[in-house]
T-cell receptor, first 110, second 115 residues
């Protein structure tokens, strides 16, 4: 699976959009981008995934660049409950396992 | 409605005393995973079951074993816990069909302390 690079931490004001970047410059054509988050003292939670098109669900939007070498997770209106570590993971669709990298610690502030 | 349930949430054991952590699921998923997460680190996969097929990660110590008696339950056995095994242990499940098979559902974890 391709390696990902994320900033270790970010701050965001409550009510504003949180934009979390992820670099995956070695991504292969059959690898998907997955995002999970982990709120303190809880298990990770799936957020969204995509291959090359932008994706949106009730939690977030995923923007993948045309060359697929980077992506951005967008939380449109961050709340204090969105404070968590966000993990960007790249993997082949057929593979069962996830390999977690360092993640970004997002702090949403009032 | 908890779908992946881990018991207990907190477990204290003594150095060298065997301990078992349990995980159950109501999702009827084929795959069950065990992760170890030490403080301020990312979760690290120990092993997983695809149905009854056990898949061990290459760097998982022999001290860690697992059992899956049926689809719903999976156990993590630590035969002789050391101080370095103090961590959060996370159980997860995923289905086996299509792209959604790669979405893992995690339990809340069991925090293990070793005295």
């Amino acid at each position: 699976d391709a390696k990902t690079t994320q900033p270790p931490s970010m701050d965001c004001a409550e009510g504003r959009a949180a934009n979390l970047p992820c670099n995956h410059s070695t991504i292969s054509g059959n690898e998907y981008v997955y995002w999970y988050r982990q709120i303190h003292s809880q298990g990770p939670q799936y957020i969204i995934h995509g291959l090359k098109n932008n994706e949106t669900n009730e939690m977030a939007s995923l923007i993948i660049t045309e060359d697929r070498k980077s992506s951005t997770l967008i939380l449109p209106h961050a709340t204090l409950r969105d404070t968590a570590v966000y993990y960007c993971i790249v993997r082949v669709a057929q593979r069962t396992v996830l390999t977690f990298g360092g993640g970004t610690r997002l702090m949403v502030k009032p | 409605d908890a779908m992946v349930i881990q018991n207990p949430r907190y477990q204290v054991t003594q150095f060298g005393k065997p301990v078992t952590l349990s995980c159950s699921q109501t999702l009827n998923h084929n795959v069950m995973y065990w992760y170890q997460q030490k403080s301020s680190q990312a979760p690290k996969l120990l092993f997983h079951y695809y149905d009854k097929d056990f898949n061990n990660e290459a760097d998982t110590p022999d001290n860690f074993q697992s059992r899956r008696p049926n689809t719903s339950f999976c156990f993590l056995d630590i035969r002789s816990p050391g101080l370095g095994d103090a961590a959060m242990y996370l159980c997860a499940t995923s289905g086996a069909g299509g792209l959604t098979k790669n979405i893992q559902y995690f339990g809340a974890g069991t925090r293990l302390s070793v005295l």
